[in-house]
């Protein structure tokens, strides 16, 4: 019975060794930033299928390894400079598509640039800001067009449409310099009408008869109807409802040439 106990005290004081070492070793190995660079949404990927670990911000806690997400593209919207007792490194501040997965990374285990596994997962716009194809709800965005009875739905307003997602809030360059690009320079930029709904929605409201409600409102102010758009070609987005802004939307309207 003394053996046991004997044994069990020293088991105890290794196992107890241990758990202090790994938590001088955490402490130590704790980051503050020195810099930070704020960036817009820009695409990136792992260099490898090795491990290579996404931190908490203190770099004292592993979030995510990238060898599990050999077809993700992350989307980058800061860099920092970072510095440990003993260590210093630039990281990326990093979230996938989903919004599920995020951290920091160093900067030396990614790549710039779309993961060629799964491209179609993201889309990119004229200045290199990149979004999720999961943030795209293209049922949402064609109850919006059906209030326009007679406009025509456009590629490329609609692109123009849906990269409002990456500049909602102020991010990125100027959204009229997106859209300027997209349909052909400034000479063609204030021929597109743009205006939109914010409302607060939750998943089990009626979507379409809310944003008709406040964008018929919305219209009612500037002395026009839906019908008064027939001909226009047409881009609308709305954000999912998985999205916080869930009830925000955008509609672009440009008048045939």
Same mark, same amino acid.
């Given at each position: 019975?003394?053996? @046991?106990?004997?044994?069990?005290?020293?088991?105890? &004081?290794?196992?107890?060794?241990?758990? +202090?070492?790994?938590?001088?070793?955490?402490?130590? &190995?704790?980051?503050?930033?020195?810099?930070?660079?704020?960036?817009?949404?820009?695409?990136?990927? &792992?260099?490898?299928?090795?491990?290579?670990?996404?931190?908490?911000? &203190?770099?004292?806690?592993?979030?995510?390894?990238?060898?599990?997400?050999?077809?993700?593209?992350?989307?980058?919207?800061?860099?920092? =400079?970072?510095?440990?007792?003993?260590?210093?490194?630039?990281?990326?501040?990093?979230?996938?598509?989903?919004?599920?997965?995020? !951290?920091?990374?160093?900067?030396?285990?990614?790549?710039?640039?779309?993961?060629?596994?799964?491209? #179609?997962?993201?889309?990119?716009?004229?200045?290199?800001?990149?979004?999720?194809?999961?943030? %795209?709800?293209?049922?949402?965005?064609? #109850?919006? @067009?059906?209030?326009?009875? !007679?406009? @025509?739905?456009?590629?490329?307003? #609609?692109?123009?449409?849906?990269?409002?997602?990456?500049?909602?809030?102020?991010?990125?360059?100027?959204?009229?310099? %997106?859209? =300027?690009?997209?349909?052909?320079?400034?000479?063609?930029?204030?021929? %597109?009408?743009?205006?939109? +709904?914010? %409302?607060?929605?939750?998943?089990?409201?009626?979507?379409?008869?809310?944003?008709? +409600?406040?964008?018929?409102?919305?219209?009612?102010?500037?002395?026009?109807?839906?019908?008064?758009?027939?001909?226009? $070609?047409?881009?609308?987005?709305?954000?999912?409802? $998985?999205?916080?802004?869930?009830?925000?939307?955008? @509609?672009?309207?440009?008048?045939?040439?």
């Amino acid at each position: 019975m003394k053996k @046991i106990l004997v044994s069990s005290l020293l088991v105890g &004081a290794i196992i107890g060794g241990i758990t +202090s070492l790994n938590l001088t070793s955490a402490h130590a &190995a704790a980051y503050k930033v020195s810099k930070i660079t704020a960036m817009g949404p820009t695409s990136y990927y &792992a260099k490898s299928a090795k491990s290579g670990y996404l931190w908490n911000k &203190a770099h004292t806690k592993r979030q995510h390894n990238l060898k599990n997400y050999p077809k993700t593209t992350w989307y980058a919207t800061g860099k920092y =400079a970072m510095k440990s007792a003993k260590n210093s490194g630039t990281y990326l501040q990093v979230t996938n598509g989903s919004g599920k997965a995020k !951290g920091y990374v160093w900067t030396g285990y990614m790549k710039k640039g779309v993961n060629p596994a799964n491209p #179609q997962g993201t889309i990119t716009d004229p200045y290199g800001a990149s979004m999720s194809t999961y943030n %795209v709800d293209d049922k949402l965005n064609k #109850q919006l @067009i059906s209030l326009f009875p !007679g406009t @025509i739905p456009d590629k490329t307003l #609609q692109s123009a449409a849906n990269f409002s997602f990456i500049y909602f809030g102020g991010q990125g360059d100027s959204y009229t310099d %997106v859209i =300027a690009e997209m349909v052909g320079g400034y000479e063609n930029e204030p021929s %597109v009408t743009r205006f939109g +709904s914010s %409302v607060s929605l939750k998943k089990s409201d009626n979507f379409i008869a809310l944003e008709k +409600s406040q964008l018929k409102d919305r219209l009612s102010k500037q002395n026009k109807k839906f019908a008064d758009f027939k001909g226009y $070609h047409i881009g609308a987005y709305a954000f999912p409802k $998985h999205n916080k802004n869930y009830g925000t939307s955008i @509609i672009l309207l440009m008048p045939s040439n």
